[in-house]
């Protein structure tokens, strides 16, 4: 086994060699400290003791597994924030359907009753043409009735049928022998 990793770490000399030495620097964000560069690997692997080696592996394998251990609790957190946003979600949309319904609701109550209030004018207009005729008939009763009072000698004008002839036109049956 360690003559197998002697072996890749043979290659990789070779490998970088190939490459003209060039440095390879992954993750650096600028802070102007970086990893150890593949050169830098391989020469410190090629230092190492075997044991050092297999610690270091180690080392790196339980880093490595830490780091799938936080990857899955945050996938287990990001399920569990999907779930809690899809029941929010239906319940809302459960939500827009109700007040969809009691809109539509509303929309009929207020046709029904905007033609309420249509036929209640119209039938408040009729009583007032209604009203405005009795009330022209009832004046001109009285307008004949005064006419009658006043001159009551017009003979343009009929007599009322239940109202009585002035007085002074009246002829008495009973006379007086005169003394």
């Known amino acids: ?3 197998e990793l002697n072996s890749y770490v043979a290659m990789r000399k070779t490998y970088m ?3 003209g030495n060039k440095k ?4 650096d964000m600028g802070a ?3 990893e ?5 690997n391989v020469k410190m692997a090629s230092s190492m003791s075997n044991q050092e ?4 592996g180690m080392k790196t394998m339980d880093e490595t597994d830490q780091a799938i251990e936080r990857s899955k609790k945050v996938v287990e957190q990001t399920i569990e ?10 319940g809302q949309t459960d939500q827009m359907g109700r007040i969809v319904n009691e809109l539509d609701t509303i929309q009929f109550s207020i046709k029904k009753a905007s033609q309420l209030v249509k036929e209640i004018g119209r039938q408040v207009a009729t009583d007032k043409c209604i009203m405005l005729f009795l009330f022209l008939i009832v004046c001109g009763v009285i307008a004949i009735i005064v006419v009658k009072i006043v ?4 003979k343009d004008i009929r007599d009322i049928p239940g109202l009585a002839p002035p007085a002074p036109s009246r002829r008495l049956l009973y006379l007086r022998s005169p003394q």
Do not use: C, R, Y
């Open 1 to 3: 086994m360690i003559k």
């Open 17 to 19: 060699n190939t490459l």
């Open 24 to 27: 390879i620097e992954l993750f």
């Open 32 to 34: 102007g400290v970086s």
């Open 36 to 40: 150890p560069t593949a050169d830098e």
């Open 53 to 56: 080696l297999v610690d270091h």
């Open 81 to 90: 924030v999907g779930t809690q946003t899809a029941g929010t979600l239906k």
């Open 151 to 154: 001159n009551p000698n017009n």
